[in-house]
């Protein structure tokens, strides 16, 4: 699909979440920016500004449409869900998304069978979908770890390429599982691992496929991606493994009374193993807002890697098998069928009677919101390898657009993903422009958005410890109340350059749960916190993140 720039607004003063917020649809905007036709699928109206002239240490972003997406969704061609492509995409576009990415289980079914079905079914759904952009994906079992998504941009190799990696470098496949300390295989395990994000690296280099990106699911589920691996992961092409599961899919897991009395947000219900990692603590295999651990801890695991001054994205979605309060269940397979003779299950049925399942459909819920200067796949793929990238739960915001500059500077300066460079003294402005939400959401809640919080963290460079997971330098520096703001506003946030460089990033919730953070409130006052086991209503503790902006400080 051709790549499509967008236009210039006729009237460069008036924003794009200035027109939401006076009753403007997004789609009437996107019409008439001439974008609304057989591609532009339903995202945030916004255009480019000129480009940066370069000059100066200042910097100049595009204005940006930011698409709505979810990488982590299931289909009858995973081993363990339950819905056909139909079910989910036109699920994803009754909740408003624009992009998703069907990332099917490995095993040999679907090596054999499922994958090149799958394609086909990618096909008609993109068809059957013209305003929505449907990526075929994967969902790796890393050797020695956890999983990954990996997905490629469309193209007469993009199966062949996944039915090729799948093959040769899968764990659950090759038997690679073996990650505990001291375990004979577990150098090899991890070290096969890094030649696969490098071997996908390489695809791309040669032009077999436009792109491909990986994203770490749910981290701390189980314990088993330790930091060194996260970074070594993110070192073997850091172009191509962009980042993680900020927060997992399965939100719906600890509705009360739903799925019973120990069930966490998440479903990050384990205890540590033998191949888990040891240093992580026993409170880092639970949600904390419904986020995961490495990503909830201010100064935490996220925090240590982006204090090495490199960008590392964090999204979230469904990982949507079982919806909760779902009627379908799975179909019976005919006499000797089975996954590994068919890489594919039997349709669903309804039952008319709920079903057990911990997830929400794709977009409901969960949303990454990925800025864009130009419309498809590739531009997709490009604002997540970039970072222009925010999420939030419960549609807890229509729209949030971030900039720093420098106060003697013009324009637009930076965004989420940038890199702002200042004289060290230099005196600079964060500029959050927030569009609070409008229509109620899936549960029948218009959610409100009560704080923003200003998390900021001293870059000290690659560390020495690749199992470091903490940022003793991190900390929330501000805490802006807006609660009962409604419509579009911007907080201005004056910010020094000290001696050293350094990076912001933002979040925010509604308010409803908050306590001191993991590592003690003099770092974080009143972030997000566990849920009692079984009593998680994911509708009432919802969070926005956003990725960081980098500012690298030089001499006077």
């Known amino acids: ?115 090149k079905m799958e394609y086909a079914e990618i096909l008609k759904a993109r068809r059957e979908n013209p305003r929505q952009l449907i990526y075929q994906g994967l969902e790796w079992y890393i050797p020695a770890a956890e999983h990954c998504t990996v997905f490629a941009a469309p193209g007469p190799h993009e199966t062949d390429l996944l039915t090729r990696f799948e093959l040769a470098y899968d764990g659950k496949l090759l038997g690679y599982t073996e990650g505990s300390a001291g375990a004979t295989d577990t150098a090899r395990n991890e070290a096969h691992a890094v030649k696969a994000i490098q071997w996908l690296a390489e695809q791309r280099r040669t032009g077999c496929v436009d792109d491909v990106l990986v994203l770490a699911n749910h981290p701390l589920r189980l314990g088993i991606d330790s930091p060194h691996e996260m970074r070594n992961w993110r070192d073997a092409a850091p172009e191509i493994m962009i980042g993680m599961e900020g927060a997992p899919g399965a939100q719906g897991a600890a509705i009360p009374g739903w799925r019973g009395a120990t069930s966490i947000r998440g479903e990050y219900e384990n205890k540590p193993s033998a191949q888990s990692w040891a240093g992580y603590p026993a409170d880092a295999y639970l949600t ?39 009627t379908w269940k799975n179909g019976d397979w005919l006499p000797g069928q089975n996954f590994d003779n068919t890489g594919k299950l039997p349709d669903p049925v309804n039952t008319d009677t709920p079903q057990p399942g911990s997830d929400f459909w794709p977009g409901e819920f969960s949303r990454t919101h990925v800025g864009v200067t130009r419309y498809g796949y590739r531009a997709v793929m490009a604002g997540l390898r970039a970072g222009r990238v925010w999420l939030d739960h419960g549609h807890l915001l229509d729209g949030l657009d971030v900039r720093l500059k420098r106060d003697r ?55 020495a410890d690749r199992d470091t997971w903490q940022a003793p330098d991190t900390r929330v520096v501000q805490t802006k109340d807006v609660s009962g703001r409604k419509g579009t506003y911007t907080l201005r946030i004056p910010l020094t350059a000290g001696d050293e460089s350094f990076y912001v990033r933002l979040r925010g919730s509604d308010g409803k749960r908050n306590g001191a953070g993991y590592l003690g409130a003099s770092i974080d006052p009143h972030g997000p916190i566990t849920h009692e086991p079984g009593n998680g209503d994911p509708w009432a503790d919802t969070w926005f993140y956003s990725n960081p902006v980098f500012v690298d400080v030089v001499g006077s």
């Open 409 to 463: 500077d013009h324009g637009n300066g930076v965004t989420l993903g940038g890199r702002l460079r200042v004289r060290r003294g230099e005196r600079i402005t964060l500029n959050v422009t927030v569009t609070t939400a409008s229509r109620v959401n899936a549960q029948g809640i218009l959610p409100g958005l009560a704080h923003v919080d200003v998390i900021r963290g001293a870059v000290r460079g690659t560390v």
């Open 1 to 115: 699909m051709t790549e499509q720039q967008l236009p210039t607004w006729a009237d460069p003063a008036v924003s794009p979440a200035d027109l939401d917020a006076q009753g403007v649809s997004r789609r009437g905007l996107l019409r008439r920016a001439g974008l609304f036709g057989a591609a532009f699928a339903l995202g945030s109206a916004a255009t480019p500004a000129p480009a940066s002239t370069g000059r100066g240490f200042g910097g100049n972003d595009p204005r940006l449409a930011y698409l709505v997406g979810d990488h982590h969704v299931h289909s009858v061609y995973s081993h363990d869900a339950k819905y056909t492509f139909s079910q989910q995409a036109q699920a994803a576009a009754r909740y408003g998304l624009d992009w998703m990415v069907f990332n099917e289980h490995s095993n040999f079914g679907h090596a054999s069978y499922g994958a």
């Open 288 to 326: 904390y807002g419904g986020f995961d651990w490495a990503t909830a801890t201010v100064g935490g695991l996220w925090d240590a890697m982006l204090a090495e001054g490199r960008l590392f994205t964090i999204t979230t979605n469904s990982d949507n098998h079982r919806t909760v309060f779902d």
